[in-house]
């Protein structure tokens, strides 16, 4: 009965053959004449329509190429997502049309995709650039057709055949109104934004074929499917106070049930759990050994998550164990593997994925409902025990697994850690792709490292703490009751934030560790998280209301004011100023650096003031900090005159050679040769060198001279001027100022003495 629906392909053959044009992000035309040169003639007027000239020319035709509209390139990546997840009847293009009934037109539908127990119905919307869009006539348009539609589909396949069908709004550059997105899940209908279609192309790139199981999970979470009804003759048995199985299964069966990721979410970040789960080489490697006849004799370990558990049905008992038939879940994502990966998602690489027939079976041990916690540990110490698994991927797996953890603590770690993952997924982000994960390479750009910035989110309560009641923080949405309602304010609040840096100091920002980069270093980083923890209570305050009570959109714009005058601070700064910042190392190094840079913003707004810039700007002195320069410069000289002196009474005229150690004469002479003797070599003579000649000529002539306190040995007494030399470095160094007000009275102090003695 195919008058039900209109231009459906099912051919592989034909499927390939549309599946190479549109996947590509291009259209291409030929345009033909009597001759080339009437050819590039007619080429060059489509020029003006957006038509590109490819390089390559024929006889009598040129070839014309031009990039697919926004609408067309998202029904096209979504049409070809779904060919590439291994679904076998699609749409053939946009004419697909479904016959509802006699009287009224055929309805167009953007993407169909049907597999053996599932049929996907897809409307796909956009716009050029992000912003908000009401979709509520496309949810009403949905819900007028949806019983027609789905009654004329059940037609054409017949009666016998039980399919679950869902529809599906894909969208692009759109920020779903909360109105519209309650109406679509509501009303069961499936949103697939920019980030979730880009996960469900990674995750396709990564697990080939196997990925179109996560996606089922996600559409028909928890739901029966009909085709899926699957029992295997098994063993039961304890271990450790756990019930367990162990059977044979197809993998193509196993993949059906299996994730190794979050099975609830279709965040960016875990994709990167697979990533760092899954290496691409291995499972090449693991699909060649099963095409060539290859075993694994050992147990694929897997976690079933059935809501009423499993249905054992007891043939024979055997001392402790039981022998019977297993009645698996029938519905997706219902099995977290807890050993096996490779193994099992290297077979979605094997010819064999494709094979109907194929009698491949793997060993299970499984595990019924295994509490969260239990099946983290299980994993940690299986995998931990394994040389090829690194520990700090055990660490970011396992804070993975908090997330679903009966500990509300544990839980909130893996808020933190969630959130810093996401950052990285998405496409908006500031940190998009630019963290140091366990299975990326380090480098300059890709510096930031989870722990890192985990760290710096806890230390500074923006989630909140525990004291011992939970206290929430403002990135926390309280008023949700979902942990992804705040896993969503804290993604906004903290984009929006570090991108005021990243626009800001642009050139900056991609340095990333590099020589000259400090904001977005590890350090860095931290240091502006403190700095937000402040004008986040700043902003509190002013408002008069909890931030964790309110949405992000109700406070991120007050972050301009603050942020600005610290961007145009270090917009023009020197490479000795941004120096200063990133020599500062350690939570000691952030907390100064906050500090100093929390002082700029004072500087435009006073009434931006928390305590410890409050109790900074006590300790410093600027204007003393000019008049110390001038002090040590008029001490310097002092000290140049009186040592030369003293030096020629003392040795004569091999006061040089005798009177000044040998490691200074060098550096004088390197440094002369460089300006080519414009000076004298005693010209070139610094401040710390006199403590050294003072302690080689010790003690006379200089104990009676050069000690400001007559206790202790000769570097005690000389000690100041290693003091000296240290605030010397700040008062001479723009970048490094102010001195503080104990430094500009210890300069005073020392001119006073050398005033007074060096007569």
């Not at 929006?496 to 100091?505: E, I, P, T, V």
């Not at 004469?665 to 080519?676: F, I, P």
């Not at 470095?729 to 490094?736: L, S």
Request: proline share 4%; charged share 30%; hydrophobic share 35%.
């Amino acid at each position: 009965m195919s008058e039900f629906l209109i231009n459906l392909v099912k051919d592989p053959d034909a499927i390939k053959t549309i599946y190479r044009e549109r996947s590509k992000s291009y259209v291409e035309k030929t345009v033909s004449g009597k001759n080339i040169e009437i050819a590039q003639k007619k080429a060059e007027i489509e020029v003006g329509e957006g038509w590109e000239i490819l390089p390559r020319k024929f006889k009598k035709s040129v070839k014309l190429r031009k990039q697919k509209t926004t609408d067309v390139k998202l029904e096209d990546d979504i049409w070809s997502l779904l060919v590439r997840m291994g679904f076998d009847e699609f749409s053939k293009d946009r004419n697909f049309k479904i016959v509802v009934n006699p009287k009224t037109n055929p309805r167009q539908i953007d993407v169909f995709a049907k597999d053996d127990q599932t049929i996907l119905l897809i409307e796909c919307t956009c716009c050029e650039e992000r912003k908000e869009k009401d979709l509520n006539k496309l949810l009403e348009k949905i819900l007028s057709i949806r019983t027609d539609v789905f009654k004329s589909i059940s037609l054409h396949y017949g009666p016998e055949i039980k399919l679950k069908m869902r529809w599906i709004i894909a969208t692009r550059n759109i920020d779903w109104r909360p109105v519209d997105l309650e109406k679509a899940e509501a009303n069961n209908i499936v949103v697939l934004r920019d980030e979730e279609i880009e996960y469900y192309h990674k995750l396709t790139t990564l697990l080939k074929k196997a990925a179109k199981y996560q996606l089922l999970a996600h559409i028909f979470a928890q739901e029966k499917i009909h085709e899926m009804e699957m029992k295997v003759p098994a063993t039961r048995g304890r271990m450790g106070g756990r019930i367990f199985y162990n059977f044979l299964i197809r993998p193509i069966d196993l993949l059906k049930m299996a994730y190794i990721s979050h099975r609830q979410s279709r965040d960016l970040e875990d994709y990167e759990t697979y990533q760092r789960m899954l290496k691409p080489i291995r499972l090449v490697s693991i699909a060649k050994y099963i095409d060539n006849g290859g075993q694994f004799p050992t147990n694929i370990v897997i976690n079933i998550k059935a809501k009423t558990g499993l249905r054992f049905d007891k043939k024979e008992q055997i001392g402790e164990s039981s022998f019977g038939t297993l009645y698996l879940p029938n519905h997706y994502a219902s099995a977290w593997v807890i050993d096996g990966q490779h193994r099992l998602y290297g077979f979605a690489y094997s010819k064999r994925m494709d094979e109907l027939q194929d009698k491949t079976t793997f060993p299970v041990l499984a595990y019924d409902n295994l509490p969260p916690l239990e099946e983290a540990n299980l994993f940690v110490d299986v995998n931990s025990k394994q040389e090829p698994v690194k520990q700090n991927l055990i660490k970011e797996i396992y804070a993975n697994l908090k997330w679903v953890s009966e500990d509300e603590k544990e839980r909130l770690d893996a808020m933190r850690s969630r959130t810093v993952l996401r950052l990285n997924a998405m496409a908006r982000s500031p940190f998009f792709e630019r963290l140091a994960l366990s299975n990326i390479t380090k480098t300059h750009e890709k510096c930031l490292t989870l722990t890192s910035f985990v760290d710096g989110l806890k230390e500074n309560r923006l989630f909140g703490e525990y004291t011992p009641i939970f206290k929430p923080g403002p990135l926390f949405a309280t008023k949700e009751k979902k942990p992804e309602s705040t896993l969503e304010k804290a993604c906004d609040i903290l984009i929006y934030y570090f991108d005021l840096f990243k626009n800001g100091l642009s050139q900056q920002w991609l340095l990333g560790d590099d020589k000259g980069g400090f904001f977005f270093t590890n350090n860095g980083v931290r240091c502006l998280l403190v700095i937000l923890k402040e004008i986040l209570i700043d902003i509190e305050y002013k408002l008069d209301e909890d931030l964790d009570e309110l949405p992000a959109e109700a406070f991120i714009s007050c972050f301009d004011e603050y942020i600005d005058p610290l961007v145009q601070h270090f917009k023009d700064s020197s490479p000795e100023f941004i120096e200063k910042f990133r020599k500062r190392q350690a939570l000691s190094g952030v907390n100064q650096n906050a500090t100093e840079m929390m002082s700029f913003i004072h500087s435009k707004m006073k009434d931006f003031c928390p305590d410890r810039v409050a109790k900074y700007l006590e300790t410093i002195d600027e204007i003393g900090t000019s008049e110390a320069r001038t002090l040590i410069d008029e001490i310097q000289m002092k000290m140049f005159d009186f040592v030369i002196k003293k030096l020629k009474e003392k040795h004569g005229e091999k006061w040089w050679y005798d009177g000044i150690p040998g490691t200074i004469r060098d550096g004088c002479a390197r440094k002369q040769e460089a300006e080519k003797g414009i000076k004298d070599k005693e010209q070139y003579l610094v401040l710390i060198d006199y403590k050294d000649i003072a302690e080689h000529n010790w003690p006379d002539p200089f104990e009676k001279y050069l000690s400001i306190t007559m206790d202790g040995g000769k570097k005690k007494k000389l000690s100041w001027i290693q003091e000296l030399n240290t605030i010397r470095n700040i008062t001479h160094h723009v970048e490094k100022w102010p001195a503080t007000k104990d430094q500009v009275s210890f300069v005073k102090e020392v001119h006073n003495f050398i005033s007074n003695n060096l007569i």
